[in-house]
C-alpha cells in the first residue's frame, strides 16, 4: 500500500508488478507493442487510395463499405490523414456565389 502512494500507482499495478518480478527476475516492461491490433492493414490502405484516385466523391460509409471492414468512420477517417490524403466531404448546398472560397 505504502509503494503504491509513493509511485501514485494503484495496489493492483503493484501486485502484477511483483508477480511479474517473482516470474521473470525484473519488473521491466514486458513487450514494447501491447493492445490491439489495427483493423485497417497497408492492404486495406492502399486500396482506400486506389478507391480515393478512381472515386474521389466517396463518403467514409462507402469507403468503409468498399473494403470491406466493420470499423469506425473515425478509423477510416484517421487512415486517409496517414496515408497524406485531406478528405472534406461538403453537404449538398449550393454553392455560394457572393463569398467564393480561396485557394
Known sequence: MQIAER???????????????????????????????????EKHKRHLERLIDTRCDMTLDELRNAIGLHCSLTAIHKALIKLGLSYKKRRSTLRSISDPTLK
Open 7 to 41: 509511485y501514485d500507482v494503484s495496489l493492483g499495478m503493484v501486485k502484477k508488478l511483483l508477480q511479474q518480478r517473482r516470474r521473470t527476475g525484473d519488473i521491466a516492461p514486458r513487450h514494447r507493442h501491447s493492445g490491439r491490433h489495427p483493423m485497417i492493414t
